[in-house]
C-alpha cells in the first residue's frame, strides 16, 4: 500500500532542455558566457537565449539549430543531440513571421545633414582644384625651364673648358720629338715636302714610330686618324682626326703638334728656293706638282682600315680637332 501511494504522490521528471545541458556543461568547465562567445564567435545575447531556451530571440530557426551546435561543440556536448532538442523546442513556438526594421531615408539619425553635405563636397571640390593647379604649373614650369635653359648653356662659359687648355711642351717646337702610337691596327703613311716615305704600312696595337726631328715638314695619310695617338716630348696632343674619314696631308712635325697644344693654327712651312711656288698657286697644285712615287697594293689590314674610315660605326663619338 505504501509503495503503492508513493508511486501515485511522485512528480513526473521534467524533460531536460537544450539550454540547460549546455549551461550546466559550461559551469561545470569553469566557463563563462563570453568565453564560449569567443571560441564560438556566437554573438553573446545570443548564448544567453539559448541557455535560457528563449529562441524567440533568435532571428530564426536556422540560427537557433546552428548556433546551438557550434556551443555544443565548444564544451564537448553531443551536437546531434542538442539540435534535435533545439529543433523540438523551435516547433512548440509555431511559425513566425520575420520581423524587419525599415529603413527611412528621412531618418535624420541616418542621414547627414544637408550643411554637412554640402562642406564636404566644398572640400573635395578644393581639393580636386589644388591638385590641378599643382600639376599643372609643374608642367608649364618645367617646359619654361626647359625652353630658357638651353640656350643659357650654350652662352654661359665653361670655367673647365677655360681652365683645361693643353699645356705646351717645355722643349723647343723646332727640335722636339713627335711620336706616333697605335692604339690598334693601324695602317698610315708617314712622308716629308720632297714626298719622300719614311714610314708605310700598318703599325700594330702598342707600336710606335718617332718622327724623324730633321724630316722637312713630315705629314701623314691614315684611315684611321682615332687610333693613333700623338706626342711631342711626352705631351699628348689631341687627335689627328675623329676617325669618320681617312686624312691626307695632315702635318705632323714639331711645330705644328706644338701648335695643336697650344690650341692656335697650325703654323705653315716656310717656302724653300726648291719647293717655293709663284703666288696665287694653291696648295693642291703644288703638291700635285710632286713626283709621284708608285704605291704597293693595299693589304687587306689597309683596305679595311680605309672602309671603317669610309663607313664609321653610328655609335662612334666625334672627338673635336682643334
Given amino acids: 500500500m505504501d509503495e503503492v501511494e508513493t508511486g501515485q504522490n511522485a512528480t513526473p521528471a521534467v524533460p531536460e532542455r537544450a539550454g540547460d545541458i549546455l549551461r550546466n556543461s559550461r559551469e561545470s568547465q569553469g566557463l563563462s558566457v563570453a568565453d564560449i562567445a569567443a571560441r564560438t564567435r556566437v554573438p553573446l545575447r545570443h548564448l544567453e537565449a539559448i541557455e535560457a531556451s528563449d529562441y524567440s530571440a533568435l532571428p530564426s530557426s536556422t540560427y537557433a539549430v546552428g548556433f546551438s551546435r557550434a556551443y555544443a561543440r565548444a564544451v564537448g556536448v553531443d551536437e546531434v543531440r542538442i539540435a534535435q532538442l533545439v529543433r523540438e523546442d523551435v516547433a512548440k513556438l509555431g511559425r513566425r513571421t520575420p520581423e524587419y526594421e525599415p529603413y ?150 714639331a711645330p705644328a703638334i706644338a701648335a695643336r697644344l697650344a690650341g692656335a693654327p697650325e703654323p705653315q712651312p716656310t717656302p724653300t728656293a726648291a719647293s717655293a711656288t709663284p703666288s696665287g698657286t694653291s696648295e693642291r697644285s703644288r703638291t700635285s706638282s710632286r713626283p709621284r712615287t708608285p704605291r704597293r697594293p693595299l693589304t687587306e689590314t689597309q683596305r679595311a682600315n680605309l672602309d671603317a674610315a669610309a663607313n664609321p660605326p653610328p655609335a662612334a663619338t666625334a672627338t673635336p680637332t682643334p
Avoid at 137 to 151: K, V, Y
Avoid at 159 to 164: L, N, S
Fill in 104 to 253: 527611412e531615408m528621412t531618418d535624420p539619425s541616418r542621414v547627414p545633414s544637408r550643411g554637412i553635405a554640402i562642406v564636404a563636397l566644398g572640400i573635395a571640390i578644393a581639393v580636386l582644384v589644388l591638385v590641378g593647379l599643382w600639376y599643372g604649373t609643374d608642367m608649364f614650369r618645367g617646359s619654361s625651364e626647359s625652353s630658357t635653359a638651353t640656350p643659357v648653356a650654350q652662352t654661359a662659359p665653361n670655367p673647365a673648358a677655360q681652365t683645361a687648355q693643353p699645356v705646351p711642351a717645355p722643349a723647343t717646337p723646332a727640335n722636339g720629338q713627335v711620336t706616333l702610337t697605335a692604339s690598334d691596327e693601324v695602317w698610315m703613311r708617314v712622308y716629308d715636302a720632297d714626298n719622300k716615305t719614311l714610314y708605310l704600312g700598318t703599325m700594330k696595337p702598342g707600336e710606335k714610330f718617332d718622327v724623324p726631328k730633321d724630316a722637312k715638314d713630315p705629314m701623314i695619310n691614315i684611315g684611321r686618324a682615332d687610333k693613333l695617338a700623338v706626342t711631342l716630348n711626352g705631351a699628348a696632343a689631341p687627335a689627328l682626326g675623329t676617325g669618320e674619314r681617312a686624312i691626307k696631308d695632315v702635318r705632323i712635325g
